[in-house]
């Protein structure tokens, strides 16, 4: 396509080129760039030292490990289901693929609330389908690491299904069946040719589902109770601190969680630049 | 062929090769997927659908017809729909700005779309109450308030607006802009004939999507608005059912924002459809988010079967 | 309304698209600007629409100069390769769009538009959706869409390029016929020498940003300026420093002293006319244009040896066509005059 051309752009006046960007630019900076400003003076407000000692206290840094150990269990498991997903949604037609399409969508329009009460009341000691026999075997899903888990694998699981997708079709099966020509066999076409193909598409899609897990809150407060201590994530933390009015514990773990989300819009955007190349 | 990686993409190429399982893999492949689904997904919510209706359904009624209840679907639906009127005006000139403007520091600008996709809701929370609550450095106080829960909304559903018309301006033909020049339209009139009704379908399909997520925003507007009588949306109001032991309560409103979840996926599929149906793309709703180009609509020429 | 361009020059990045480019097209006329990729044929065009900002030089139509003018005020129809549907109106919409927005009223608008659509027979069509046509039919809608508001002049951007050979030939008759009625002033882009020299009165022939020759097809065709528009305006084989048109090129099984060696290669069968390629004794590769006669009384096959005569040259050194080897051959003059027409015939 030539270079963009002098007719038929809009906004190419002065004044509506300049009244576009104020509007714009201004929405962003007051909903956007503000809050994220915000976070780091609110933070560091009287120095240094209190934000620092609160996220170090025992609780903060159980927090974090805690939110750290969701991600090591979550990400991996929508992973390795995300390629099997895509790969099956593909290149191997099925009627109930549709079926599988719409499963796959209902995590990014469902409230995390209405995902918390789901897993509660599968999974309640009194009266849920599985809570009771589980319970038995010595398993406890509530209150405790499993439901945890398993909120946050809920609330993650598109990601990496939706980024594959599109590169798997992009790539197109050339390539593929070149592979099968010279003798490679499916596990060997796969790790060979198909999945450094779609590597940076499925590392967008892991670096989605960390961020998420990272800051799930809705369904996690429902499904773990918020014990200090034992079932309590990072963002689990920022609000019981806020709650109990220690606002510098809050803010301390607010911008840890907001570094974590500025690396992720880093590594977002390297990888798209990737995925482009 | 309509490269909206969202839809269903039918079978490649060619249906019998590339990447593809043996016929046993497959089989193993689609019960790991289906079973993988039900666990996680879809036995979870069968239990919340049970849990609505165990008192029957008159209970389940009475339940949702509750003045609180009812209250909070008000709200939320009502908050839900000025949010996504708002971004949408708004995430368009964003879009536009992104797409054919050039300033310094766009890239950055283009990156920070995403944060409210990669910042807790929580924290969001907090942050939007020390900038405009009692403390706020500007002397607005709007916390508390339902322009509290307008704003939360705002600054969550932003990006899918964005990220949604981006990708359909990035294809847009230019040639369909200079043809209508040369016909003799002025800046405006090609915005809004030409360009505006193309980026319609994929609009929409964003404004589906963040309408389904402004319903069931919790951690942004918790802190920020509270949970207040008046301004208590029904994800506050569910968790509140919870804590006292109302489950079947919670169960049934969750239902209501189920059904109404499921009806703006349903929307968005139709706007696909439509789309593919017409060849018009539209765009990156569903395979959000992702900052940047699409894999480009190449349109195919046609061997022209007619005579001239 | 004639159109004049002087002293155009444009550039992009570091590649310079136009340089110093003048050219003349009278009013009512068809004018090809005709040359290869990145000629800057479609600069030109677009340059005059107004699509295309110049860096230096003026744009005349009908003695105005409308090098400040944004396009929407130059008055030119302007047809796109891809045709730049409007994808989201139906037909009528499309070709009614330019009255539209000068606010003409619905039934003069729909008068026109079928008015139109009869011109250029898609009337029937009118509430289908671009996506529902052929590519053809696509292009006629963006014609009748561009002659609907009446432009001063009409501009094709490889208005075929897109198509089929067979719609392609079609359309390009369709086109003469079309402006034989219509009498605008066309100009349209083509990189396709035979499509240029089958529908336009006056070519232009554009290489590397500048005008190399412009005329009529014949002109240009008899008394090239120099190599590239020979080479390019026809086909031609290269003798040293002569260039000989493949049908000047006589081909006898005696040799005498204007002949040249040379071998028989390969024939290939074109239809009527006969392709023979040879190769001479210093390696260059040649080919000669028969007939099916001619070629039945020579009785050439391959691996043969012949002998090969031209009898017309053209040489852009300066001097007068040079001998072949042998005795000097009285051959046409760089002015085209008579030559010798051969005795084999």
New interface residues.
Partial sequence: ?????????????RG??WA??V???G??AL??????V??FF?TFEDGLMPPLEAITSENGLNALKLSLLMVAIAVPVNTV?GV??A????????K???F????????????????G??????Y?TNG??FGPTLAEAGIEVLFSVPGMV?AS??VS?PFVV??T??V???I???Q??AA?TLGAN?WQ??WR??LPAIRWGVA?GVV?TT??V?????AV??VSGTISGQTET???F??KQ?EAFNETG??GA?VV??LL??T???A??LL?RKE?A | MEANPAALPPSAASPRAGMRLPGVGVGIGRGYVVMYLSLMVLIPLAALVDESLTSGLGNFWDQVSSPQAVRSLELTMICSLIVVAINAFFGTIIAWLLVRDEFPGKAAVNAIIDLPFALPTIVASLTLLALYGNESPFGIDIAFTRTAVVVALLFVTLPFVVRAVQPLLIEMDREMEEAAASLGAGGFTVFRRIIFPNLIPGLAAGVALAFARALGEFGSVLIFAGGLPDTQVSSVFIRSQVESGNETGAAAVSMVLLLASLLCLGAISLIQGWGSRHERSTGGALVMPMAGEMPADTEGEESDDERA | MGISVEGASKRFGDFQALDDVSIEVPDGSLTALLGPSGSGKSTLLRAIAGLETLDGGTVLIDGEDVSKKPTQKREVGFVFQHYAAFKHMTVFENVGFGLKIRKWKKPQISDRVHELLRLVQLDGLADRYPSQLSGGQRQRMALARALAVEPQVLLLDEPFGALDAKVRKDLRTWLRRLHEEMHVTTIFVTHDQEEAMDVAGQLVVMNEGRVEQSGTANELYEEPANEFVMSFVGEVNRLGDDFVRPHDMDVVLDADERTQEGMVQRIVALGFEIRVEFVLADGTEVWAQLTRAELQRLELREGQIAYLRPVQAKSFNGSTPSDTSGASTPLGSQDGGDAEVSAAV
């Fill in positions: 396509m030539s270079a963009p051309s002098a007719a038929g752009r809009v906004g190419s006046g509506s080129r576009l960007r509007l714009g630019l929405f962003l909903l956007l760039v503000a809050p994220l915000m976070i609110k289901f099997v997903c790969i099956l949604l593909v290149r191997h037609k099925w109930g693929n549709a599988i399409d719409a499963v796959i969508n209902l995590p990014f329009a469902l409230s995390p609330v209405v995902i009460l789901a897993l509660y009341l599968l309640s849920g389908w398993l694998i809920f699981l939706r980024e997708v599109p798997l079709q992009e197109g099966t050339e593929e069946q099968s499916v076409t796969f040719v198909t967008y989605l961020a998420r990272l800051g799930e809150f809705g407060t429902i990072l963002p689990l920022v609000g806020f809050a803010y607010s969680l907001a989300a500025l992720t819009l880093l977002m955007n798209k482009d």
